[in-house]
């Protein structure tokens, strides 16, 4: 796990002074990626210089020292992640006549781009990553990333220089930088508290979708391939379904994952897991200890407060399978003085509440490791999010009223306020226990409205609901582009199927990858993902719908293989999220930090925000009226996150 870096003065019309300092000032911007050392190389002729920060797991000698040169000397790597079939794809090069110096898999990447080519090589990868490709016959450059984006990689063109890195801190102090927001890209922001792809919060700068890599020559030209596409993975799923008996099927996923799990264990650094409690994070840490002859080290975070812990749940996993747990159970305050920091993990805004318990979690891990094994990518291939069953029931109801009786309804029910239905909830004793009601039905009524099924996914997802105006000039109400490129496919799925595409597609890599990496990596820690190990993906989108949602409940093969090494009743219970009470908090101690941002004369700064429906939200949810956590952190965040950068 590191940090690339880089640029690249392709036609040369620009001159920019010491460029070695420049590569240096880059790579050490993301120091935290890689403590265990620093790398550069530069072709002053070509004017190409990258930097590299590395974070040593396989291979700690300096054979595995990056940037990496091919024995040829015609080839040039700067390389992020991890190859788990490093060692076939070794053997296969041997075997071609190639000759290692060392056995790292940043070494088996470069001299297999440079023998078999970019898309052969990136399609023989079992792995997460993001890299850099210097082709010299060629004068050409290509930037990859890994299938579902697991490794971050940013680019753009500013000023005829090519610049790259992991993260955006590193582009910011090259002197051909120009920061301005992309105001499109900040609207969609609101919408989802994530920038999607392939935007970047900058206009100019875009994230590498997921499973491409792009080529570009000293003229600039560039191209774009597809080397695994997950759209056309999804749709072969619509003409084949694995009629396979539930036991061969079970099997089957026991292999792939025991597979999976296994690569992700070959490290010659301390590893471990992070353990929930819940059923993903609770198979691979079985999958992990049947494959270990000592105890697997486990990590959970625990709170205080009711409804926001599972660290009692993780610590009955782990005693059933003996591993040597870890816990930490962190008082608010401690929780709380982290929240400044997050703008510098994140350079761009983020706004998932879950990022906190990441990162503390990610913390204690690497007090004593330095990879830690997740259950992240379990909910979106095997229907295991809230949402989807509510949201099929709810579309199934909707499509079967009229749209203008829906209109009726949805205006009676928001002409009654929030407070007023949670009263009710309180008298009535069917819709006791039924949390927050108000907010509840005041959402379903904005859905009453949706056209299709896949209105009703966007509505349900945004947290500023529709047509919202936030962003001052050019706002535009927009989905991510992939996003949009895919829905006009109209693909025959049912709807559970189609809110898992999605998630897929934008969802999975824009938050939950993005969190995981930078809060781990914030750290120096390195995550790894084996539900993403895009065998498994590929297997459970074969999969028929019996055999991932029944009984109301998702997971269902998850939930039957996880059987055959925990007892049910460790994990058979209601989903909980991996968040924090940022409601009461703000309501509470973070009740003047968060004024500060939200104030009208913070709000209306550089002419971007509309301050109206903010400070309209604020007050309402200090009034305990409504319940506006998370859009209202989405503000805040972006608030913190401009401050910290600068950025108009």
Not at 234 to 262: M, P, Y
Not at 306 to 315: D, K, Q, R, V
């Amino acid at each position: 796990m590191c940090g690339i870096t880089g640029f690249w003065n392709m036609k040369q019309q620009v001159r920019i002074a010491a460029p070695k300092e420049v590569i240096q000032k880059m790579t050490d911007a993301i120091i935290h990626r890689g403590p265990d050392s620093s790398g550069l190389w530069w072709d002053e002729k070509a004017e190409i210089y990258f930097g590299h920060r590395r974070l040593a797991i396989i291979d700690l000698s300096s054979a595995g020292h990056q940037p990496m040169v091919s024995r040829s000397g015609l080839s040039v790597l700067s390389y992020n992640g991890e190859i788990y079939n490093s060692d076939e794809l070794r053997k296969q090069l041997i075997e071609a006549g190639c000759q290692f110096k060392g056995y790292s898999d940043t070494e088996v990447i470069l001299e297999a781009c440079e023998l078999w080519g970019i898309e052969k090589t990136t399609k023989s990868l079992i792995g997460m990553f993001a890299f850099a490709f210097w082709d010299a016959r060629k004068q050409q450059l290509t930037l990859a990333r890994d299938r579902v984006g697991k490794k971050p990689l940013y680019w753009g063109i500013h000023q005829g220089m090519l610049l790259f890195a992991s993260e955006l801190k590193a582009l910011t102090v090259h002197p051909a930088w120009s920061a301005k927001i992309n105001r499109n890209a900040l609207a969609a922001y609101f919408d989802y508290n994530y920038v999607p792809a392939p935007n970047s919060i900058y206009q100019d700068i875009q994230k590498l979708k997921p499973g491409t890599f792009i080529s570009i020559d000293a003229f600039g030209k560039t191209q774009e391939t597809t080397y695994w596409d997950f759209h056309q993975i999804a749709a072969q799923s619509l003409g084949f379904r694995d009629s396979r008996s539930e036991l061969e099927l079970e099997e089957t996923l026991d292999v792939l994952l025991r597979d999976a799990v296994k690569r992700r264990m070959i490290s010659d650094v301390p590893l471990a897991a992070f353990l929930s409690g819940g059923i993903d994070s609770s198979l691979i840490v079985a999958l992990m200890q049947a494959e270990s002859t000592r105890a697997v080290k486990t990590f959970s975070i625990g709170f205080h407060e009711p409804g926001y812990n599972e660290a009692i749940y993780a610590a009955a996993v782990a005693k059933h399978l003996g591993t040597d747990h870890h816990e930490l159970y962190l008082p608010a305050e401690e929780a709380q003085s982290i929240i400044p920091q997050i703008p510098e993990w994140f350079d761009e805004p983020f706004a998932d509440v879950s990022q906190i318990p990441t990162f503390l979690v990610s913390k204690l891990a690497r007090s004593q490791v330095t990879v830690s094994l997740s259950g992240d990518g379990g909910d979106e291939l095997f229907a295991g999010y809230n949402r989807y069953f509510l949201g099929n029931k709810l579309w199934y109801i909707l499509s079967k009223i009229p749209k203008p009786l829906r209109m009726l309804v949805a205006k009676s029910l928001f002409s009654v306020s929030p407070h007023h239905w949670d009263k009710l909830s309180s008298v009535v004793p069917m819709l006791k226990h039924r949390g927050v009601l108000g907010d509840k039905i005041h959402k379903l009524s904005g859905l009453l409205g949706a056209r299709s099924p896949e209105e009703c996914y966007q509505l349900s997802t945004s947290y500023w609901g529709r047509r919202h105006s936030l962003v001052t000039e050019e706002n535009a109400e927009i989905k991510p582009a992939r996003q949009q490129d895919q829905t006009q496919s109209n693909l025959a799925f049912n709807f559970i199927e189609y809110m898992q595409y999605m998630d897929t597609l934008n969802y999975l890599p824009d938050d939950i990858l993005t969190k995981v990496d930078r809060t781990s990596m914030a750290v120096s820690l390195e995550a790894r993902t084996p539900f993403l190990d895009h065998r498994v993906i590929e297997f459970a989108w074969t999969l028929p719908m019996k055999m991932k949602v029944r009984d109301g409940k998702g997971k269902w093969l998850l939930r039957s293989l996880l059987k055959r090494y925990v007892p049910s009743h460790l994990f058979e219970r209601p989903k909980m999220g991996f968040g924090v009470p940022i409601d009461t908090w703000l309501r509470g101690p973070l009740r003047d930090w968060a004024e500060d941002l939200l104030s009208e004369n913070e709000l209306r700064k550089d002419n971007l925000l509309n301050p109206k429906p903010i400070r309209q939200r604020w007050q309402e949810h200090l009034s305990g009226k409504r319940n506006w956590q998370y859009s209202l952190w989405g503000v805040l965040m972006f608030q913190a996150w401009r401050n910290k950068w600068d950025a108009k």
